[in-house]
């Protein structure tokens, strides 16, 4: 059991790391969109209890404000 729960957070830290690395070459405004979209995704499904809509639902309406977070008019 403690082989299974080391390798699912060696797995995590190696998922977030490369998805930090993934951003690199993103704009600011493509990266207010990509944290907006995972904040989003993450409310959604708490706020629904898991519900793939209500994921899905999040990340969209995520997406929208990150993207217009700091939109210069």
């Known amino acids: ?5 080391k ?3 060696t797995s995590a830290m ?5 998805g930090l690395s ?3 070459g993103m704009s600011t405004r493509d ?9 989003g995704a993450v409310a959604g499904s708490v706020l629904t209890n898991g519900s793939a809509v209500g ?3 999040g990340a ?3 997406g929208v ?6 939109k210069r008019h």
């Open 1 to 5: 059991m403690a082989s299974t729960a």
């Open 7 to 9: 390798l699912i957070a």
């Open 14 to 18: 190696l998922i977030g790391t490369l």
């Open 22 to 24: 993934a951003c690199s």
């Open 31 to 39: 990266r207010n969109t990509a944290v907006g979209a995972g904040v």
């Open 55 to 57: 994921t899905v639902g």
């Open 60 to 62: 969209a309406v995520g």
């Open 65 to 70: 404000i990150g993207n217009q977070v700091d």
